[in-house]
Every structure is written in C-alpha cells, then in structure tokens.
C-alpha cells in the first residue's frame, strides 16, 4: 500500500452497514457511487452525489478512510491526507 497515508492502522474489518447508501435509503433519495467506511462500515454516497454522505460522515465521525463500495474498484482514500490508495496486487 502507499506509505502517504498516516492512517493505514486505523482500518478494521467491517461489515457494510447497508447495500446502498444508507442515509439516501432512509430519505428515499438516490446516489451515484458507494464508498464505505473502514472504521465503521458505513455506507455512503461519494461526492458526485448530491447528497455526499460519505463525506458528511467523516465530517461528523472523524474516520479518515473509505474505500470503493462499487464493483471491480480496489482503491481507498484518506480524507485526512488526501490521497488515494491503490493496494498491492
């Protein structure tokens, strides 16, 4: 993985807290693209979206990385370093 990014050790498994977003689910709403949290395994839209949960629940919890919920994408972001991950294949 790419060492830019501070925060690597705070990743845990986590179970994805829904199969969509969860706060556009909720409301009723739509998204564009998934992202989860690795800290909690919240599921929120990505910044595309109109809402930007997934953004909205780092603002609000302070956990830094996220990670593509969307198939066929292997990448993570730290919203703390900004910076992407791509993992070692």
């Not at 998934?34 to 919890?61: E, M, Q």
């Amino acid at each position: 993985m790419n060492n830019s990014c501070l925060h690597l050790d705070q990743i845990r498994e986590v179970t994805p807290s829904a199969q969509g977003c969860e706060d556009c689910l909720r409301t009723g709403d739509q998204w564009v693209h998934l992202r989860i949290c690795l800290h909690c395994g919240h599921v929120g839209c990505c910044d595309s979206s109109k809402n930007k949960h997934a953004t909205k629940h780092f603002h609000a919890t302070e956990h830094p990385l996220i990670q593509s919920f969307e198939p066929g994408e292997n990448w993570l972001w730290c919203y703390v370093d900004q910076v992407m991950i791509q993992p070692a294949t």
